[in-house]
Each structure stands twice: as structure tokens, then as C-alpha cells.
């Protein structure tokens, strides 16, 4: 009957909303509806859309038959001579298709290899999460010869392949990174560089060393102080403290994405700020006057870090003393 429906429609609006009575009348040839309790009558659920999608580029037949291994072969009609589809699903189903048109409804390749719609379930992460790790893979590939979106809904990957090869390689990534929720020790490092720096060189610990030297051409460098804080995949943490005399760090985030071994994605914002008081003598003696500078520094940024790596995060201007910088480096210990 749906089919039928659908079809008549064609004539018609571009896209159709059930009536209430017309869905009720449905469930009476079904044999009614189930659920509800003590035989109270629930409120009845908006009936199902049918949306009209334009195929642009590719057969139209074949993306009915995409979409209906997805969600039924019964709910998407192919409409060959006219370049379209009906399909027939919730709001919400009809704008995952919409989405998911614009991955598969591509320009067909000249090869004897006919696409293959592949689903893979992702059991311990978002879907989107780890296809943002998984688009690096097809830089590489000829054009076409994979097209991959996530299913946040039905917790899958969904991927249309003419090489076998590139598939496996999806496979094998997906499998490497779906995996349990990681918890992960934050580090973050405090420097200040100073263009007009004198005297003795700074000591800077063994393992800031390499990051030292690439921030020395902005000046001299000296560590202000370290920031640690746990965190888990998901989660928002809070770090703050006083790092050094006159210099106070905050820093509020959350751990993206994080897999055990790979890389691990942060959203952060972290603030410094430095205060300086300095003193005078007054004329005539014997009196002192205190002057304050305050330095600041900010940052709103997402890094992706791999594995006890420092990643500079960013540096501005203390804001105290001409030629002088504050900057941040992040590593992560999974």
C-alpha cells in the first residue's frame, strides 16, 4: 500500500505528509497497533514524509538501491526517465539521506568495477568521531573509488567502494580506532621569551629542551611554569594555578577524541596573566612608589597531539615589557 502511495504521489505534491486517520487506517490492516497501557488511547505520532530527492549524477536506480539497503526496499522508489527517487521515512530519516546523497550521487568512473555499499558498525565511539580520523586515508585515492559517511543513529560507517583494496584499508583503520574510551594526562607548558633578554642563560628541563630551541627564535627562553590535568574522552576538565611569582594560568577544555596509541583531539582555552609590580624611589628619599604592570595572554583553539609529542599551541606579546612573548606547548601521555 505504501508503494502504491508513493506512486500517486508522483503526480502530485513533491512531497506528501500522512494524514493521522490514513496511518490509523494502516495499523487497522496490520492488525493494530502495539503499545500503550491499560488500552488508553496514545496520542497518535506524525505520519511518515515522502521527499522527492534529485539524482544529479549518478543512476538513479542504483542509489534507490544504496538507500534501500540502509533503511528497506519498500521505502525508496527509482524514478529512471525523470532523474529522481521518493523516499518515504521520518524527518529525521529523510535528512540523514539528504546528507548521505551528497556522498554517494557522484559521477560514475570508467571501470568495470561496479560500487559496493559497505556497513560498519562502530561499537564504542561517535561515528563521526572516527570517520574524522579516517578521511586522511583517501587523499591518495583516484577519484570516486570511495565514498564514506558516518550514521551517528544507527552507530555506522558507511562506505560505497569500487577498490577492494581502499575498503580493507577503511577496515582496518575503523577496527584500530574504535575502540574503549581512552583516559588521557594532559601537560601544559608555560614560556616566556624575552628579545631583550641578558645575563645567564635560563635552565630549562631536559624534556622542554627540543621545544625550547624552536621557540628561541622569538628571544631568550625561560619556562614559567607547568599546567597537568587528567581527562577523560568526552569529558570537560579545569586546570588553573600560579605557574610563577607574578603569573597565574587557567585553562578549561575537553577531550574530543582520544585513541589508545593514536592521536588524541583537544578543544581548549587557556588565559595567562602576568603581573609586575615594580618600585622607585621617590625624590627627596626614603619613599618608594609602586607601579603595576599586567601582561595577558589567551587562546581558543582544537589541536590534534600524538603521543608524548609538545605541540606549540600558540604566543603573544606578554603585554608587560616590549619584546617579550608568552607561549604554550601541549603533550599528551595516553
Known amino acids: 500500500m505504501w508503494i502504491r502511495m508513493i506512486v500517486l504521489s508522483m503526480t502530485g505534491l513533491m512531497t506528501v505528509v500522512f494524514s493521522p486517520d490514513a496511518v490509523a487506517q494502516q495499523a487497522d490492516e496490520g492488525g493494530g497497533r502495539r503499545g500503550g497501557r491499560g488500552g488508553a488511547r496514545s496520542e497518535q505520532p506524525e505520519g511518515p514524509t515522502v521527499r522527492c530527492f534529485g539524482v544529479t549524477q549518478s543512476d538513479p536506480t542504483k542509489i534507490a538501491d544504496y538507500i534501500g539497503q540502509l533503511y528497506g526496499r519498500g521505502r525508496v522508489v527509482d524514478m529512471p526517465a525523470t532523474g529522481k527517487i521518493l523516499f518515504m521515512g521520518t524527518e529525521h530519516e529523510i535528512a540523514q539521506v539528504e546528507t548521505l546523497l551528497k556522498e554517494i550521487d557522484?559521477?560514475?568512473?570508467?571501470?568495470?568495477?561496479?560500487?559496493?555499499?559497505?556497513?560498519?558498525?562502530?561499537?564504542?565511539?561517535?561515528?563521526?568521531?572516527?570517520?574524522?580520523?579516517?578521511?586522511?586515508?583517501?587523499?591518495?585515492?583516484?577519484?570516486?573509488?570511495?565514498?564514506?559517511?558516518?550514521?551517528?543513529?544507527?552507530?555506522?560507517?558507511?562506505?560505497?567502494?569500487?577498490?577492494?583494496?581502499?575498503?580493507?584499508?577503511?577496515?582496518?583503520?575503523?577496527?584500530?580506532?574504535?575502540?574503549?574510551?581512552?583516559?588521557?594526562?594532559?601537560?601544559?607548558?608555560?614560556?616566556?621569551?624575552?628579545?631583550?633578554?641578558?645575563?645567564?642563560?635560563?635552565?630549562?628541563?631536559?624534556?622542554?629542551?627540543?621545544?625550547?630551541?624552536?621557540?628561541?627564535?622569538?628571544?631568550?627562553?625561560?619556562?614559567?611554569?607547568?599546567?597537568?590535568?587528567?581527562?577523560?574522552?568526552?569529558?570537560?576538565?579545569?586546570?588553573?594555578?600560579?605557574?610563577?611569582?607574578?603569573?597565574?594560568?587557567?585553562?578549561?577544555?575537553?577531550?574530543?577524541?582520544a585513541a589508545q596509541g593514536g592521536p588524541t583531539r583537544i578543544s581548549l582555552e587557556a588565559k595567562a596573566l602576568m603581573e609586575v609590580v615594580r618600585t622607585a624611589e621617590t625624590e627627596g628619599g626614603g619613599v618608594f612608589a609602586k607601579t603595576r604592570s599586567n601582561g595577558t595572554f589567551a587562546i581558543e583553539t582544537q589541536l590534534q597531539v600524538m603521543p608524548d609529542q609538545f605541540v606549540v599551541v600558540g604566543g603573544s606579546p606578554a603585554g608587560v615589557a616590549e619584546g617579550q612573548s608568552i607561549m604554550l606547548a601541549v603533550r599528551v601521555r595516553p
Open 106 to 257: 557522484v559521477p560514475e568512473m570508467e571501470t568495470d568495477s561496479e560500487p559496493a555499499l559497505t556497513i560498519l558498525p562502530i561499537h564504542h565511539r561517535r561515528a563521526h568521531d572516527v570517520l574524522s580520523n579516517v578521511h586522511p586515508i583517501m587523499s591518495g585515492l583516484p577519484d570516486n573509488a570511495l565514498r564514506i559517511t558516518a550514521d551517528d543513529a544507527r552507530s555506522s560507517i558507511i562506505v560505497l567502494s569500487r577498490s577492494t583494496k581502499a575498503l580493507e584499508a577503511v577496515r582496518q583503520m575503523i577496527a584500530g580506532l574504535d575502540t574503549p574510551t581512552t583516559r588521557v594526562a594532559m601537560e601544559f607548558a608555560f614560556f616566556r621569551a624575552d628579545l631583550n633578554a641578558s645575563g645567564d642563560k635560563p635552565v630549562i628541563p631536559e624534556d622542554l629542551q627540543e621545544v625550547a630551541n624552536e621557540l628561541g627564535r622569538f628571544g631568550q627562553v625561560s619556562l614559567l611554569g607547568r599546567l597537568f590535568a587528567d581527562g577523560t574522552e568526552g569529558a570537560r576538565f579545569k586546570v588553573e594555578g600560579q605557574i610563577h611569582d607574578h603569573v597565574t594560568a587557567r585553562i578549561n577544555g575537553r577531550v574530543e577524541y
